[in-house]
C-alpha cells in the first residue's frame, strides 16, 4: 500500500492510498475477485460496508433465512481442498451456516488483510487523463486504481415501501434484508409483516412460532415449493465429493448452472395422469426445480398452466379455509415467471389460530399509524412491523454510489431509461470498471455462485491480457452494448417471464423504468459469447495503449 499526495496538491483533500484494482464489496463475488487478483500479483483492496464478509448472507439475518440452492452446489468450486473439507449440515444451509461458510473461506485464503469493513462507498470517478478511477468512501479516504470491480450484488438495497405513515409508526420495524444481529424476541407480540416474496414466505412460519398474533399482509400472492429440507446425507455428500470437479462440469451445461433432474421436454406431450404423477413426485421430492419439470413451462402458457393449477391444488389441499387458499393461490402470473420460491410449512401456517392473511387487494393498507396498519375497512394494532418488501434489484446498489464516468457522465443518468451493458461486464463511457453479475447478465436466473466465478474469472483473464497489452483502458462500444441488450430483450420476449409484473423488470421500486433486467438465455450461451468475445480480442471493445496515449487501439471494430 503506498500513501500518494492528492490530486493537485490540495491538502484539504487529504493523501490516496493506490492500488492496481479497487473492488466494491465483500460477498462472494468480492472475496473471490480479491483471490484472483492477487494470483495476478497486483495490489488490491476491498471496501465494504458491513463489519464482516458475506454480502447479502451478512444482512439478511431474519428467521427462516435460507438458500434454495442445494447446499452441495451453493459454494465455491474454484479450489478442490475448500470442497472436499467443508461440511454442510443441511440439504439447504442456513443464512448462519452460508455466513460461517463466508468467513471459513475468508479465514483460509487470508483475506481479511485487504478488506476494508464498515466502509461505505459514496463516489467513483474516472479520471480521463490519467485512465484511472478515485473511489471515496463517508469515512473521508480516498482510494485510487486503474481498474475498479463493482462487486456490489444483486439483492443488496433493501427496498422500504413508500407508505404514508410510516415512520410515526410507535412500535419496531424491522426490515428482513437488515434484520439486527442480536436476539429480536417477539414472545407475546402482535406482528405483522408486509411482502410475501421470498423473504415473507421463509420469514412467516417462524414469526407465527412466537407471537401471540400474526398478520400477514399481502398485496401479491406467490408460488412455493416445499423445500423438503433435512440434515445432510452423508451418503449423498460423499457422492458429490468423489466427482466435484465432474459433477460442477455438468452443472455449468444446464441453463441455471444447477444440477436437477433432467426436464421431460413437453408437459402437453404427455397424458394428464402422467403429468400429475411427475408433478407429485416433483413436489414430494421438494425445492425450486419443480419449476424444470417440464422444458416448455416457461415458454408455453398452456403447458405452464397445468404446472400452476397443480400447485394451486395443492395450497386449496394445505389450507383449511377455502377463502383464505383462494387468496393465497396465485392466478396473476405463470408459475416461474417470478422467482419460484421454497419455503418450510408456509401455506400450513396459516391454518393457526394466531395467524391472520390480510388481503390487500381488497382491502389496501391506507395508512400507518403510530398504532399499527390502517387499511380500508380495519386497524390492525401492532408492537412489531416487519418489511419483506424486497430489493432494488440488480442495480440499486450501483445507483447509490455517484459513478462519473467519461466527461461527467453520471451512471445514474445513462441508466434512468432502463440499464445497458455489454454482456453484463461492462457499459460505455465507463472504462476499466467491471460490474460481477451486473444488469444483462444471467445472475439472479441462476445459481449465482456458479455466476460469480464465470464473471469474475473472466474479469481477472481480461485484467491479465490488459497488462500483457500495456492497455490504458478497456471500455465496451456503444454498438456492442445496444447489440447485447436487444439480445438479452429478445431473449426475455420468447418466455413468459415478461408476463409478470416482478423485480426482474424493477416494477417493484417506484419509478424504476420497467426494462427486463437478466439475461435469460442460460449460462452456457452467455458464456460462450463472453469467451467469444475474448477469444476474438475483446471483440465489442475498445483498448487504449500505453503508448499509444490518447488514442485508442480497436481490436475488433
Not at 439447504?92 to 461505505?120: G, M, P, W
Not at 460505455?428 to 444488469?439: A, C
Not at 424504476?512 to 463472453?530: E, L, N, R, T
Amino acid at each position: 500500500m503506498q500513501q500518494i499526495d492528492n490530486l493537485g496538491g490540495s491538502p484539504d483533500r487529504g493523501a490516496i492510498e493506490s492500488f492496481d484494482v479497487i473492488i466494491v464489496g465483500a460477498g462472494f463475488a468480492g472475496m473471490y475477485m480479491l483471490h484472483l487478483t492477487r494470483g495476478l500479483g497486483l495490489t488490491a483492496v476491498v471496501l465494504e460496508t458491513a463489519s464482516g464478509v458475506g454480502g447479502t448472507w451478512f444482512w439478511n439475518r431474519y428467521p427462516g433465512a435460507r438458500c434454495d440452492v442445494e447446499s452441495m452446489q451453493y459454494s465455491y468450486s474454484f479450489s478442490e481442498e475448500l470442497q472436499q473439507e467443508w461440511h454442510w449440515t443441511e440439504r439447504y444451509a442456513s443464512q448462519s451456516e452460508i455466513l460461517r461458510y463466508a468467513n471459513h473461506v475468508a479465514d483460509k485464503f487470508d483475506l481479511r488483510r485487504d478488506i476494508v469493513f464498515d466502509t461505505k462507498v459514496v463516489s467513483a470517478v474516472f479520471q480521463d487523463t490519467e485512465s484511472e478511477w478515485i473511489v471515496s468512501t463517508d469515512q473521508g479516504k480516498r482510494y485510487r486504481a486503474k481498474w475498479c470491480v463493482m462487486a456490489t450484488g444483486c439483492l443488496s438495497a433493501a427496498q422500504t415501501p413508500a407508505i404514508t405513515g410510516l415512520d410515526t409508526f410507535s412500535g419496531t420495524i424491522h426490515h428482513t434484508g437488515n434484520w439486527p444481529h442480536e436476539l429480536v424476541d417477539l414472545s407475546g407480540q402482535k406482528v405483522g409483516v408486509i411482502g410475501t416474496g421470498s423473504s415473507g414466505i421463509q420469514v412467516v412460519p417462524e414469526l407465527a412460532k412466537q407471537a401471540e398474533h400474526l398478520y400477514v399482509f399481502q398485496r401479491t400472492p406467490n408460488f412455493s415449493i416445499p423445500a423438503r429440507n433435512q440434515p445432510m446425507d452423508s451418503q449423498y455428500e460423499n457422492l458429490w465429493k468423489e466427482n466435484y470437479a465432474e459433477r460442477r462440469a455438468k452443472a455449468r451445461t444446464t441453463s441455471s448452472g444447477i444440477l436437477y433432474d433432467p426436464a421431460s421436454p413437453s408437459a402437453l406431450a404427455v397424458s394428464p395422469e402422467e403429468r400429475q404423477k411427475e408433478y407429485e413426485r416433483r413436489w414430494a421430492a421438494g425445492g425450486t426445480g419443480f419449476a424444470s419439470t417440464y422444458s416448455d413451462l416457461i415458454k408455453n402458457e398452456e403447458a405452464n398452466s397445468t404446472a400452476a393449477e397443480f400447485v394451486r391444488g395443492k395450497i386449496r389441499e394445505v389450507v383449511a379455509d377455502p377463502k383464505v387458499a383462494d387468496i393465497l393461490a396465485p392466478v396473476d402470473h405463470p408459475i416461474g415467471s417470478k422467482r419460484i420460491c421454497a419455503d418450510t410449512m408456509y401455506f400450513e401456517t396459516f391454518n393457526r389460530s394466531n395467524v391472520t392473511l390480510v388481503d390487500l387487494r381488497t382491502n389496501p393498507i391506507q395508512t400507518i399509524s403510530p398504532e399499527g396498519v390502517v387499511t380500508g375497512t380495519d386497524v390492525y394494532e401492532l408492537d412489531t412491523l416487519v418489511l419483506a418488501t424486497g430489493f432494488d434489484a440488480m442495480t440499486g446498489a450501483l445507483s447509490k454510489i455517484d459513478i462519473v464516468g467519461r466527461q461527467g457522465l453520471t451512471l445514474r443518468e445513462k441508466w434512468k431509461d432502463g440499464p445497458n451493458t455489454f454482456l453484463g461486464l461492462m457499459t460505455s463511457g465507463f472504462p476499466n470498471l467491471f460490474i460481477v453479475t451486473g444488469p444483462g447478465s444471467p445472475s439472479v436466473m441462476t445459481n449465482v455462485i456458479v455466476a460469480i466465478e464465470d464473471n469474475v474469472k473472466w474479469i481477472a483473464d481480461c485484467l491479465a491480457d490488459m497488462i500483457g497489452l500495456s492497455a490504458e483502458y478497456i471500455e465496451a462500444t456503444s454498438a456492442a452494448e445496444e447489440n447485447w441488450m436487444n439480445q438479452v430483450r429478445e431473449a426475455a420476449e420468447g418466455t413468459l417471464y415478461t408476463k409478470a409484473r416482478s423485480w426482474y423488470l424493477g416494477v417493484n421500486i417506484p419509478g424504476k423504468p420497467a426494462v427486463f433486467m437478466p439475461y435469460v438465455g442460460g449460462i452456457p450461451a452467455y458464456q460462450s459469447f463472453c469467451d467469444e468475445v475474448a477469444a476474438k480480442g475483446y471483440e465489442g471493445f475498445q483498448i487504449g495503449l500505453e503508448a499509444d496515449r490518447p488514442a485508442i487501439c480497436q481490436l475488433r471494430a
